[in-house]
């Protein structure tokens, strides 16, 4: 979804992704702590505190002169797209050494972060009525399917990780960014990584 609105906090412009990304990732923090307790909430607290720190302070290496001019922009900036993806990559990794990857949380966690992010972008921003009500509805049902099955079957997860992916292409189709930026790229990695990671921890476990 296209950025099209600005939040105003404390006389400081905000885009409303940077927001609605804040709100995804508080709301996953929640779901997973009620949905599989205190140590994978713990585990998924940290993952995000290492996405959101390499993703914002991405910016301080490639703009460092305007930094150090306003220290307060890198509230309202970040790294881009490539900062986003070092960050999203550096809290797989570190899901992996901390063995939870292939897990029914992360899935869970991964699936809520992109609803609600999809979902608020699509409440806060304009992007036409199609591309907004296709976008609540998908990702909405695909939400409420997670948090009832993603602790289900090894099948089943593998199923839920590719109707992610399907539920994203679909929604991408309607929408004016299409399949370009990091919402999609995001979900792609993620959903192929998820089922790398089922597969190889079976193979552990049959060895």
């Known amino acids: 979804m296209q950025v099209t609105e600005a939040i105003t906090l404390f006389k ?3 885009p409303s992704s940077q927001l609605s990304a804040l709100v995804a990732l508080i709301a996953a923090y929640i779901l997973i702590r009620v949905r599989f307790g205190s140590r994978l909430g713990g585990l998924y607290g940290d993952a995000a505190f290492y996405f959101v720190l390499i993703w914002k302070g991405s910016y301080v290496l490639t703009d460092f002169g305007n930094f150090l001019k306003a220290p307060l922009s890198l509230l309202y900036y970040n790294g881009g797209l490539t900062g986003a993806l070092a960050g999203l990559l550096a809290a797989l990794f570190f899901i992996w050494r901390k ?3 292939g897990t029914p949380a992360v899935l869970m966690a991964a699936i809520a972060v992109q609803s609600v992010y999809q979902i608020m972008m699509a409440l806060m921003n304009r992007n036409g009525p199609i591309a907004e009500t296709v976008t609540i509805a998908l990702f909405g049902a695909l939400l409420i399917l997670t948090v009832f ?4 079957s090894i099948l089943w997860q593998r199923q839920l990780a590719a109707l992610f992916v399907a539920v994203h292409f679909m929604v991408a189709a309607v929408q004016p960014e299409g399949f370009g930026g990091l919402p999609f790229v995001s979900t792609v990695i993620f959903g192929l990584s998820h089922l790398i990671f089922l597969s190889a921890g079976r193979r552990l476990n049959d060895q």
């Open 12 to 14: 400081l412009s905000v």
């Open 99 to 101: 063995g939870a990857a």
């Open 149 to 152: 099955r993603a602790a289900s």
